[in-house]
């Protein structure tokens, strides 16, 4: 069974971290680009980071970039998302999914899961 599961979100202050995961199941992340996207509030779903299963380069939208890490371990067959000095419009459903192979366009390719939640508050 091919599943991706998101894990690592809570609640936050301002200026805080979290280390977002996505654990894949029944196929090997490294052969494939693996995007995350978040989705707030009344807002649409927007990318936020990729990581290339080719050579591991990685992407950054505009909002994040400087304050979220995307890597890879490949023995846990697991991405992470780091994310640094959030801000409360970070506050969002964070999700994984497989993504377009050079990651650009950030794009989702597979389905959604249940996604974690980040919320970023004083």
């Known amino acids: 069974q091919v599943q991706l599961v998101e894990s690592g979100g809570g609640l936050v202050q301002p200026g805080g971290s979290l280390r977002l995961s996505c654990a894949a199941s029944?196929?090997?992340?490294?052969?494939?680009?693996i995007g995350w996207f978040r989705q707030a509030p009344g807002k649409e779903r927007e990318g936020v980071s990729c990581?290339?299963?080719?050579?591991?380069?990685?992407y950054y939208a505009d909002s994040v970039k400087g304050r979220f890490t995307i890597s890879r371990d490949s023995a846990k067959n697991t991405v992470y998302l780091q994310m640094s000095s959030l801000k409360p419009e970070d506050t969002a459903v964070y999700y994984c999914?497989?993504?377009?192979?050079?990651?650009?366009?950030?794009?989702?390719?597979?389905?959604w899961g249940q996604g974690t939640q980040v919320t970023v508050s004083s």
């Open positions: 999914s497989t993504s377009h192979p050079t990651c650009k366009p950030l794009i989702p390719v597979g389905s």
């Open positions: 029944g196929f090997t992340l490294d052969y494939y680009a």
């Open positions: 990581i290339k299963g080719s050579d591991g380069s990685t």
